[in-house]
């Protein structure tokens, strides 16, 4: 079975296109497929645990405080467990390269991951598929979390990171989460996953 990339080019996102041209120079004979990987519709029965959110952002001091108390008092309005979307097509990821029949999970993150600084109005959902609209910056969160989540191998190279390391982006273990970025900003595996260890 021949090794695939999936991944949907964007224009406008220059240096998203510049670490994929990275990554796909360790898969030499692959097939670069230009859409995005479609995911199981069952997956999106898995919910992000309100509380759990909650605790993790009164915690963290690296996310811009106004943008952080927006989402606290956004999900004190919400159910205690949230679903990200109804229609899979709806969620995607960066990059997926499909090898031996696994999947590798990739998420190129820009600044607005951590800036928190989009307000337009998205929805999320209960777990019956009421949707409950919140700022976009939220609802990036919420999907970012999931991902983290419930998906292995995931690898999450933040662009800051990859300015300075292109060169020296290596693949991590395919069977577990990885993270790059600097020690001093807001990172998922500190933030959600603080037993996993961080690269």
């Known amino acids: 079975m021949p090794t695939r990339i999936f991944y949907k080019p964007h224009p406008s996102r220059q240096r998203e296109a510049a670490f994929v041209q990275a990554l796909i120079k360790h898969y030499p004979d692959a097939e670069l ?12 029965d898995r919910y992000v645990d309100t509380p759990r ?15 952080r108390q927006r989402c606290l008092d956004a999900l004190a309005a919400c159910p205690t467990q949230i679903k990200i979307a109804n229609d899979p097509a709806r969620i995607s990821f960066d ?3 499909e090898q031996n029949g696994a999947r590798h999970y990739w998420e190129f993150h820009e600044e607005q991951h951590q800036k928190l600084n989009n ?11 009421t949707a409950v609209v919140v700022p976009r910056f939220l ?19 933040w662009h800051n990171w990859f300015a300075h390391h292109n060169e020296m982006l290596t693949l991590p273990d395919p069977t577990n989460f990885a993270e790059y970025g600097l020690d001093d900003q807001f990172l998922f595996g500190r933030f959600w996953l603080p037993l996993n260890s961080i690269c």
């Not at 307000?119 to 598929?129: A, V």
């Open 139 to 157: 609802q990036r969160l919420i999907r970012d979390v999931w991902r983290v989540e419930y998906f292995r191998p995931f690898t999450i190279v």
């Open 53 to 67: 959110l909650i605790a993790a952002l009164r915690k963290e001091l690296l996310l811009p405080a106004k943008a």
């Open 119 to 129: 307000s337009r109005m998205r929805p999320i959902y209960t777990p019956d598929g």
């Open 33 to 44: 497929v230009a859409k995005n990987a479609l995911i199981d519709a069952q997956v999106l």
């Open 95 to 97: 990059v997926v390269v």
